[in-house]
C-alpha cells in the first residue's frame, strides 16, 4: 500500500511568517494533491500536480503556492501567512489505476 | 461539473441502531463515487468506492453503499452501529471517462455521533 507522510501533525505560526507543508509518497507515481479542511466547508483543493514540476490551481490557491521538485515530494507554501489560513491541511495521492486517493495524516496549522 | 451533496451536516444515533448517511450527486457524464471516513485527529480513510458493476457495493467495518443512477444517489448504510463508527464521513465523486485523471470533489461531510 502506498504511503504517504506530512512531515508535521500540528505547526503554530506567526503572521506574515512563510510556512512549508512538506508530504511524501513512497510511490514514484504522479498524481499529489493538497487540501485544506475547515468545519463545514468540507475539503477544499488548494494545488495539484500531476507530474515533476507541473503544478495546477484547485479551487482556492490564493495565499498558497506549490513545489515539486521530485515525483515523491509534493510542498505547500505559505507565502506569508495570515489567521484565515488556519485549518487542517491534507496531502493525497492517486497514482494511474487508483480510481481514490491514499491521504496523508494531515497538519493542523494554526497561524497567531 | 461535478457536485456533492450531502444531506445532513450531524446524525446522532443510538448504539446498534441502523444508520443512513444520504449523499446525491451531480454529473453530466459517468462518474465514480466514494466514501471515505475520518477519525478524530486523523486523515482521510476509504471506506467503499463504486466504479462499475453491481450497484450495492460492501466496504470496511460493516459500511454498505448502493448507486442509484437514476436519483443520483450513492447513500452509506450500517444496520447497526458502534460506538467506535463516531467520526466525519465524506463522500466523493470523480469522472468516470478519464480514466484515473480527474480530481475528487468532495462533499461537506456528516457527523455521525454514536450515543450509549
Known amino acids: 500500500d502506498v504511503k504517504v507522510t506530512q512531515s508535521s501533525r500540528y505547526l503554530v505560526k506567526r503572521t506574515g511568517e512563510k510556512v512549508f507543508l512538506e508530504c511524501v509518497q513512497d510511490m514514484d507515481h504522479e498524481n499529489m494533491f493538497w487540501y485544506r479542511q475547515d468545519p463545514g466547508l468540507g475539503l477544499r483543493l488548494i494545488y495539484f500536480?500531476?507530474?515533476?514540476?507541473?503544478?495546477e490551481k484547485g479551487d482556492i490557491p490564493e495565499g498558497y503556492s506549490v513545489s515539486r521538485e521530485k515525483k515523491e515530494r509534493f510542498s505547500l507554501i505559505l507565502e506569508s501567512a495570515s489567521t484565515n489560513q488556519t485549518s487542517m491541511y491534507l496531502c493525497?495521492?492517486?497514482?494511474?489505476?487508483?480510481?481514490?486517493?491514499?491521504f496523508g495524516s494531515g497538519t493542523r496549522l494554526t497561524v497567531v | 461539473a461535478q457536485s456533492v451533496t450531502q444531506l445532513d451536516s450531524q446524525v446522532p444515533v443510538f448504539e446498534e441502531a441502523p444508520v443512513e448517511l444520504r449523499c446525491n450527486y451531480s454529473?453530466?457524464?459517468?462518474?465514480?463515487l466514494f466514501w471515505y471516513v475520518q477519525y478524530p485527529n486523523q486523515g482521510l480513510q476509504l471506506l467503499l468506492k463504486y466504479l462499475s458493476g453491481s450497484t450495492l457495493v460492501k466496504g470496511i467495518n460493516g459500511f454498505e453503499a448502493e448507486f442509484n443512477k437514476s436519483q443520483t444517489s450513492f447513500h452509506l448504510r450500517k444496520p447497526s452501529v458502534h460506538i467506535s463508527d463516531t467520526a466525519e464521513y465524506f463522500c466523493?465523486?470523480?469522472?468516470?471517462?478519464?480514466?484515473?485523471?480527474?480530481?475528487?470533489?468532495f462533499g461537506k461531510g456528516t457527523k455521525l455521533s454514536v450515543k450509549p
Open positions: 500536480s500531476y507530474d515533476v514540476k507541473m503544478k
Open positions: 466523493a465523486v470523480r469522472r468516470g471517462d478519464g480514466g484515473s485523471q480527474g480530481n475528487l470533489i
Open positions: 493525497a495521492w492517486g497514482g494511474q489505476g487508483h480510481y481514490g486517493y491514499t
Open positions: 454529473s453530466s457524464v459517468s462518474v465514480y
